[in-house]
């Protein structure tokens, strides 16, 4: 959620994240509603730290470009 989001109240944010037993409701400093194109590596930064708390090995997007490239071409 951007800090900025004037079109989705933090309480409506947290209380779905509470309901699915989310990890965390995270707010991003200088985002608004769009908070992935407003603030793309912070978004990026909090995902993958999810993904790490709960064990998953995030494979690097190059790498998957790579492979998918690689199989096409077989």
């Known amino acids: 959620r951007g800090a900025h989001d004037h079109l989705v109240p933090r309480r409506s944010a947290i209380e779905p994240g509470r309901l699915a037993r989310a990890d965390a409701v995270v707010e991003i400093d200088g985002a ?3 908070v992935h194109f407003d603030e793309p590596e912070a978004v990026a930064a909090e995902v993958r730290g999810f993904l790490a708390r709960v064990g998953v ?3 690097p997007a190059r790498a998957t470009r790579a492979t998918a490239r690689t199989a096409d071409e077989r």
């Open 32 to 34: 608004g509603h769009a």
């Open 57 to 59: 090995v995030p494979t």
